[in-house]
Nanobody, 123 residues
Framework: QVQLVESGGGLVQAGGSLRLSCAAS????????VGWFRQAPGKEREFVAA????????YYADSVKGRFTISRDNAKNTVYLQMNSLKPEDTAVYYC????????????????WGQGTQVTVSS
């Protein structure tokens, strides 16, 4: 069993920055891939970023590439999402997720999920 808890969401003006954190606990050895997803009002949940826990592979949605960075602190079992140059269309509930596998982008393959943290970007 793995538990994931997101934090760091809030209200920010367009062009600003936020860093989201996802703390993992429990049987963290049961996951090798971590990801971030988001769900905006009236839309389905979509992929944002993902990485393998050991490092070396990262993936980003085109909409956030160059602005967002996924990273991790192995000692703290924590995954981060640094979000820069935020836009109003980034407004959503952001979820972290984890899995054991070889694919990164399909949210249906992730079996551990956090409860989400709200990010609101004002114009």
């Amino acid at each position: 069993q793995v538990q994931l808890v997101e934090s760091g969401g809030g209200l920010v003006q367009a062009g600003g920055s936020l860093r989201l954190s996802c703390a993992a606990s429990g049987r963290t050895f049961s996951m090798n891939i971590v990801g971030w997803f988001r769900q905006a009002p009236g839309k389905e949940r979509e992929f944002v970023a993902a990485a393998n826990w050991s490092g070396g592979n990262t993936y980003y949605a085109d909409s956030v590439k160059g602005r967002f960075t996924i990273s991790r602190d192995n000692a703290k079992n924590t995954v981060y999402l640094q979000m820069n140059s935020l836009k109003p269309e980034d407004t959503a509930v952001y979820y972290c997720a984890a899995k054991w596998g070889i694919t990164y982008l399909d949210q249906r393959s992730y079996n551990y999920w956090g409860q989400g943290t709200q990010v609101t970007v004002s114009s």
